[in-house]
């Protein structure tokens, strides 16, 4: 058989064999677990980019609406006051339209506000509306000289 020694040897050889196969196993498995945790890291790096950007995207998006908002709001705005600017000129226009007096020469006898009889043919100054009207009516006619003729 063999020798006391060489069994001894043989069996520490066979020991540092296992003990090189136990490190390289736990070498492996160290490196294997720090490469599952480098792909965890990277998967939630990832995950969290890309919550990040979809919060980017919903604040983008709430930015525009109320951009979009706001421009509405000043489309009706400019609107408003157009529509109270043209009821002013409106209102002016009539105004300046009341205030104008015209003359007149009436075409058939009419009675006053004072209840007196104005004849046929008087030239009377009224407002220019008022003067439309009985125009309109085939009552009265314009007075006024057309323009580059004298009174």
Known sequence: MSDPKSIAAAERAKIVQEAEEKAKLQATEAV???R??????ELR????EERAERVEAELLRQ??????AERQRLVDERARQEELDRIERERRAAESLA???TPIRLLFDT???DEKRIQAGT????????AKELIAAG???RADPLPGEAE
């Not at 930015?63 to 979009?68: F, L, Y």
């Open 32 to 34: 294997e677990r720090e």
């Open 36 to 41: 599952k945790e480098r792909e965890a890291a």
């Open 45 to 48: 790096a990832l995950e969290a």
């Open 63 to 68: 930015r525009e609406a109320q951009e979009a």
């Open 99 to 101: 205030a104008k007096k």
């Open 111 to 113: 009675w006053g506000e």
């Open 123 to 130: 030239v009377r100054e009224v407002p220019v509306s008022t």
């Open 139 to 141: 009552k009265a006619e």
